[in-house]
């Protein structure tokens, strides 16, 4: 299944979704694909199965979310709480995650002609070395692309994350002085650092709760619970999520993105060339990675 695909949609799809567009878009939204393991027991598959339709749903998704005009995506594709599971299905997962990254270097000019970025955050040093490296070849042949931006999180859990980012602020040595240390450094020290909060977060199967998913980011994300298994997602149950997020929008129209902009411009010089010191080090990681197993 290829990562860039082509939909032919429905007169009557075409409108509703023309009808969508016509309201605010959300610029980006967050996705928690739950319900593989139970699509898969449903459908008598194996679970190996049933994660390997979940992906076919999200490069669908994917699609949809181009063609309504959100320009970002961030979705949940393997927790650290997930080691927790059985060896054959970590396993499993790893070796999807493999193949499917494999296709997207493979898929490199498309990506680059659509300009997708594509990024993948969590704790890396979690992944068996080879993984990494696959990782860090698709981050760094696509970092240049800045017409829309898929998130991939991979290892990862909000605790993790903010854990990390402090590790980062206290590895500063004599780069910050302790008034340094505010809301937004912290922020800017995650590994979302380079994205705008989700508008929208959708979590299929009808759990109604984060798990630890983007837990800093989405303090005020409109928050929309389908019942729908993942794989089982329609265009429908889409257009629905960000239906809701306009009447949400409604409610809520003041902009955090220009707060962030406007808290920016006061920050010092001394934040800003250490911010440029934590992007360079995470940047010659991932090319480390590669090197060390050419």
Known sequence: MSWSREIEYRWYEKL???????GPIPRHVAFIMDGNRRYARNANIDKKEGHSRGFEKLTECLQWCLDVGIKEVTTFAFSIENFKRSDDEVSALLGLAREKIDKLLEEEDKLKEKGVCVRVIGNLTLLPTDLQTIIARAVLATENNNQ???????????????????QTIIEADDDLEAEDIDEELIEKCLYTRNSPPPDLLIRTSGENRISDFLMWQISGTALYFSNILWPALTLWHFLYGVF???RFS???PESRLADRHESK????????????????KRRQ???DLIKSNE
């Open 148 to 166: 829309s931006f898929l998130n991939i999180a991979i290892s990862y859990t909000s605790r993790d994350e903010i854990t990390k980012s402090f």
């Open 285 to 287: 990681y991932l090319v």
């Open 265 to 280: 411009k006061q920050r010092s010089d001394r934040v800003e060339n250490f911010l440029k010191k934590v992007d360079s």
């Open 250 to 252: 409604i409610r809520k």
């Open 16 to 22: 509703a979704m023309n009808i969508i567009k016509a």
């Open 244 to 246: 809701y997020y306009q």
